[in-house]
């Protein structure tokens, strides 16, 4: 993106403006952001709920776990299927968030 030099002044309805804040407000962004975004050819998603964001946490907090288990057992079977579960959990997690918090570019 290059630097932002020239400004745009627009007027808005009160209906158009209530419109705007409440999708900057779902997505979580801002309303030039917002606007950016669409005048760039994407169409942001609703921001999942903070419930998303602690499961996520709590599958790395898991994974961490797992991997801190790894590394203090001396079986090699049972040392690589903990180390198999922790990237299990791990990719999960990419998986998701990729899913949930990805642009939809129109």
Known sequence: MGEKRIKKQFWLTE??????????????????????MLLDGYRP??????????????????AEHLAE???????PEVKEALLRECNGLKELRFRLMQEYL?????
């Open 15 to 36: 209906e158009q403006a209530a419109d705007l804040a409440k999708k900057a407000r779902l997505t979580k962004l801002k309303e030039v952001t917002l606007i950016r």
């Open 45 to 62: 998603r609703e921001a999942p709920g903070m419930a998303f964001f602690y499961d996520t946490n709590r599958m790395i907090t898991a």
């Open 69 to 75: 288990a790894a590394r203090t057992q001396t079986d």
């Open 102 to 106: 990805s642009l939809d570019r129109e």
